[in-house]
């Protein structure tokens, strides 16, 4: 008798605190609902908000017309959207070979054991976590000034980009390298081939298209940085082309940089065209590494 | 993140090819030339350092440590009497901006890993992921334009707050927004590497999807998601673009979030635009700033790294 009335009784206590249970379940639910839309709602606002300021702005002459300092009906973007364009092909040159080449180093060469390897490591991790604008001081110190003493130009621009997303190349080429599997290489060596032709002839193009991932990766976190290039004292406007690699240079973000300190707002309107500009940049190029992925990633 | 690569469990290449290697001076010469692409990585953190260092202890022979560190009064770029070198406003600004950021990160960043890890199925979840890390990928200066020309005045004016079009609130709220991101991701990682067999064993004890996430997943994975909070304080202590743009250029040392705010990085940024002779104080200054903001920075991560490496020994 009396189990069975304690029975009914921890029954009662079972299901009233789950019925309590059940609320505070929900509310906990809707709660980190809630937070992750806040992601969503900003990003959503934000596009609005650019798209809404900016797009009235946006034509074929935007694109073609150097920026103007009096009237912001003719003021355009040509200088930016060019010395960006060549900002990336040579940070390109520098981060793939640089890149890919110390990925495979780590990956197939290193003894992962060995103090210089862990060094190696750790250091790129590290690097990772730097603040950009301190590797604008980097340049400043070391590219625009000091030993190599280029000047404020494309190429400075490029390789102070380049040392700033080289850890995300490493990262991701790494990645990409390991998924190809061992057997891979057996097979190869076994045949005869030595270790670099097995590298070059199998290694590297199964790793190929996560090594493109990862170069876009990098380079669509370069073509939005601004903080770096203020730093080593690129032009934030600038009424000329860049003619070669020697040359003074302005860019996408550096532009917009200019456009937004203006009080006026239709020069804050123009920066908003020009946001647009680099968002698409942005977009195309993602797209691109979406494209590659999918097209050629290889199942092992 | 930057973490996953490294203790990941690739297999040991370098065995496999141990008879074969040196087996031309070819060869030998390839895996000179690829170590030398793998020692750009050192040089670059060399580098780093001294170019901060040579031109620090140059400062500190105008300034006084002391001076430096305690001083309350930073006018860095003002000539004459009222220059100043105390760093204590600049470090101030900067950690009360950051502050500002992680109260709107930490709760929503954290509490979207747990939705994404616990709540959402996995179809659900392969959607949401990329487009949060899409966030992520906007260029800051983008989040400085939303700062200036939205928060400020749309909703902070809006919501009838008196604030200045500089100022510290809405660069800190943006800054929370930039980092969201990270944490949520870094912390989802964490939770996910948590094994089943530990909510199976909750859940089988009668135990709430709400329980199992608090009181199970959430402290087996808590290493890892410091690890994903610290990341997103150093990431966010080291943003330039949206402070410049948004917090004005001058520090305060209030606690007012309505009052204009700079932080080092932004310092820097705006002192190496600004035309100054090379060789003073004032050029000087980018440099301490430069270094103090670099061993911040390098303290946090080296405390994320910590972290990390704790949750993985756990369970892998």
């Known amino acids: 008798m009396n189990t069975v009335a304690e029975a009914s009784l921890s029954r009662k206590v079972v299901e009233r605190a789950s019925t309590g249970q059940r609320t505070r379940d929900l509310m906990f639910r809707l709660a980190l609902l809630a937070s992750l839309s806040v992601g969503f709602v900003v990003l959503a606002a934000l596009v609005i908000d650019v798209v809404s300021d900016g797009a009235s702005k946006l034509s074929l002459d935007f694109l073609t017309s150097f920026p103007s300092r009096i009237s912001p009906e003719n003021t355009g973007v040509e200088s930016a959207l060019i010395g960006t364009v060549y900002l990336m092909i040579l940070c390109a040159l520098f981060i793939v070979p640089v890149g890919v080449a110390t990925a495979v180093y780590l990956e197939e060469y290193a003894n992962r054991e060995s103090r210089l390897s862990r060094l190696i490591e ?156 680099l968002l698409a940049l942005l977009v195309v190029m993602n797209a691109g590494a979406i494209f590659l992925r999918n097209r050629y990633e290889r199942k092992w | 993140m930057e973490a996953t690569s490294a203790g990941a469990m690739g297999g040991p290449r370098p065995d496999l090819y141990r008879k074969r290697t040196r087996r031309s001076t070819g060869e030998a010469a390839i895996r000179y030339a690829l170590l030398a692409a793998a020692l750009i990585s050192i040089l670059t953190t060399t580098g780093i350092v001294i170019s901060l260092l040579e031109e620090t202890v140059k400062f500190f022979g105008d300034v006084g440590i002391g001076d430096y560190l305690f001083g309350t009064k930073w006018t860095p770029l003002s000539g004459g009497r009222s220059q100043s070198f105390g760093v204590v406003p600049l470090v101030f600004d900067t950690l009360y901006v950051t502050g500002i950021g992680l109260l709107v990160a930490v709760p929503f960043g954290v509490g979207s890993a747990i939705y994404l890890s616990e709540y959402a199925s996995p179809r659900v979840r392969k959607t949401l992921k990329p487009i949060l890390e899409v966030l992520s990928g906007v260029p800051t200066i983008v989040f400085g334009y939303f700062a200036l020309t939205f928060v400020t005045p749309t909703i902070l004016k809006g919501l009838g707050l008196e604030v200045g079009s500089f100022n510290a609130l809405s660069a800190g709220l943006v800054l929370g927004v930039l980092v969201l991101p990270t944490i949520a991701t870094v912390a989802d990682d964490a939770l996910g590497a948590v094994p089943g067999s530990l909510r199976e064993g909750a859940f089988g004890l009668g135990a709430s999807r709400m329980q199992v996430s608090l009181r199970v997943v959430f402290p087996a994975a808590l290493s890892g998601v410091v690890a994903a909070l610290v990341l997103g304080a150093s990431r966010a202590i080291g943003e330039t673009v949206i402070i410049l743009v948004a917090g004005g250029q001058t520090t305060n040392l209030t606690l007012d979030p309505a009052q204009a705010m700079q932080n080092m990085a932004a310092f820097i940024a705006a002192a190496s635009r600004a035309d100054i002779p090379t060789s003073g104080p004032e050029y000087g200054a980018i440099f301490a700033v430069g270094t103090t903001l670099f061993l911040m920075t390098l303290v946090l991560n080296a405390i994320s790294i910590r972290f990390v490496r704790k949750y993985r020994q756990v369970y892998e």
């Open chain 1, 122 to 277: 750790v250091n790129i991790q590290n690097l990772a976590a730097v603040p950009s604008v301190v590797y604008g001081i980097l340049g400043l110190a070391f590219i625009v000034r000091g030993p190599l003493g280029l000047g404020p130009v494309l190429l400075a621009g490029a390789l102070t980009l380049g040392l700033l997303v080289l850890p995300v190349v490493i990262i991701v080429s790494r990645e990409a390298i390991r998924a190809v599997p061992s057997s891979i290489r057996e097979g190869s060596l076994a045949l005869g081939a030595t270790q670099w032709q097995t590298i070059w002839k199998q290694v590297l193009p199964g790793a190929l298209p996560g090594v493109t991932t990862g170069v876009i990766l990098a380079l669509s976190r370069a073509i939005g940085e601004t903080a770096p290039l203020l730093v080593i004292g690129a032009a934030t406007f600038a009424r000329f082309n860049p003619d070669g690699i020697t040359d003074r240079f302005t860019a996408m973000p550096l532009a917009i940089f200019e456009f937004i300190s203006d009080a006026d707002t239709d020069f804050r309107a123009a920066g908003a065209a020009a946001i647009l500009v």
